[in-house]
């Protein structure tokens, strides 16, 4: 069985970094699809960033493309996401996802096997 255990949210400024970290164990990192989504009071999860398998295929959405990075240490079983320029509206529950895939990148949170239990970012203006 896979776990995922998100940190490294907080609550930072309009305009700061943040960093959120995903730790991976029960099966082999690997062979997992990564993303990220994040979700925020009264709206629908959304996908923010996925990485494929070996880390080479990443793909953003629109409102985060050119201000993060999603990255995977496989020695570290580790998913990050390198976020900055951050805004208000960037306010969410952040959660890390793994897919079983050597396949690519996936954008759609249905398309995902496990969940963490999702670590809060708040921007404040």
């Known amino acids: 069985q896979v776990q995922l255990v998100e940190s490294g949210g907080g609550l930072v400024q309009a305009g700061g970094s943040l960093r959120l970290s995903c730790a991976f164990s029960g099966r082999t990192f690997s062979s997992y699809a990564m993303g990220w989504f994040r979700q925020a009071p009264g709206k629908e999860r959304e996908f923010v960033a996925g990485i494929n398998w070996s880390g080479d295929s990443t793909g953003y959405a629109d409102f985060v493309k050119g201000r993060s990075t999603i990255s995977r240490d496989i020695p570290k079983n580790t998913l990050s996401l390198q976020m900055n320029s951050l805004k208000p509206d960037d306010t969410a529950l952040y959660y890390c996802?793994?897919?079983?895939?050597?396949?690519?990148?996936?954008?759609?949170?249905?398309?995902?096997?496990?969940w963490g239990q999702g670590t809060q970012v708040t921007v404040s203006s």
């Open positions: 996802a793994a897919k079983l895939s050597r396949a690519g990148w996936f954008g759609k949170h249905f398309s995902y096997d496990y």
